[in-house]
């Protein structure tokens, strides 16, 4: 690849660009929101927003239409290719093959027509763990400081955790969805069925949990993965939720609670007697 190359950007057709959103799905169109709102903080500072695909190429963007032309001279629209391949270093590329945050200031960029740009950039995984897209703010400003960068690439990471929030509570919306922990890493969430067996973890719960790192996960009871109280079996477990759902839903009523449950008052006090469940 020879940096010096002067040929300008290169677009595929509003066709292509389509189906290429189409084969990212829902993340797509969660995304929209927070492309929005990432805008609304950076554009007027003449930034530029960008959601590309796995493969480094931009499916949407924001910026001022008066900046439209300037933005489209440089390669910051839909349809670009920002992959490695195509651009050498540069931020959405390197973060997509690195998959990790990342800033690409200036002259960091390999090729010699990108170096007037600042690109800050934050993958975006999808529910199964996997890097489905990027996220990137670039700017052409050359008063466009590290220290500024800094600041926006705090804005980035957490619009892309939460366009993988979004898109995972989406997915499992007929589940059961809980925060385990928020941290750098992303939101730890978990997603489990009726029985209380975890059927989805975003990428940060499966780090936390020493989980496969991508796919489908192999079905895990909650009390497992959680370390609930080992010394009660999974029934005596299950009762005790049970009578406690059901007490909870009758308002600490017990008569109410033993007619949704089918036992008698005398043996629902026994088991809330057993279980150390107080009425």
């Not at 960091?108 to 999808?126: E, K, L, R, W």
């Not at 477990?237 to 059901?246: D, E, K, L, M, V």
Request: overall charge negative; some cysteine; proline content about 2%.
């Amino acid at each position: 690849m020879d940096p010096g190359r002067k040929d300008g950007p290169e677009y595929l057709t509003n066709l292509e660009i389509e189906t290429r959103k189409r084969e990212l799905g829902r993340v797509a169109t969660i995304a929209e929101s927070k492309l929005d709102q990432l805008f609304a903080v950076v554009g007027g500072s003449g930034c530029c927003v960008l959601l590309t695909d796995r493969d480094g190429i931009v499916i949407d963007h924001r910026y001022q239409m008066a900046d439209e032309h300037a933005f489209r001279a440089w390669g910051l629209g839909a349809g670009a290719d920002w992959s490695e391949s195509a651009q050498g270093t540069n931020g959405i590329g390197t973060c997509l093959a690195e998959g990790r945050e990342l800033i690409v200031h200036r002259d960091q960029h390999f090729m010699a027509t990108n170096i007037g740009m600042s690109c800050i950039d934050a993958p975006v995984y999808g529910p199964d763990g996997e890097i489905v897209a990027a996220l990137d703010v670039s700017s052409a400003r050359a008063d466009q400081t590290e220290a500024l960068n800094g600041l926006i690439a705090e804005l980035v990471r957490q619009a892309a955790r939460n366009i993988e929030a979004d898109a995972f509570q989406d997915k499992f919306s007929d589940a059961r969805v809980m925060v385990v922990s928020d941290s750098s890493d992303g939101v730890s969430l978990l997603a489990t069925n009726a029985d209380d067996i975890v059927i989805g973890a975003t990428r940060a719960a499966r780090r936390a949990f020493d989980l496969q790192s991508f796919g489908n996960l192999k079905p895990i009871p909650l009390g497992d993965l959680i370390g609930r109280d080992s010394a009660s079996t999974g029934f005596a477990r299950a009762q005790s939720a049970a009578i406690t759902r059901a007490l909870i839903r009758a308002d600490h009523n017990v008569s109410l609670a033993a007619r949704e449950l089918g036992v008698s008052r005398a043996t629902l006090y026994r088991r809330m007697k057993r279980f150390g469940i107080k009425g």
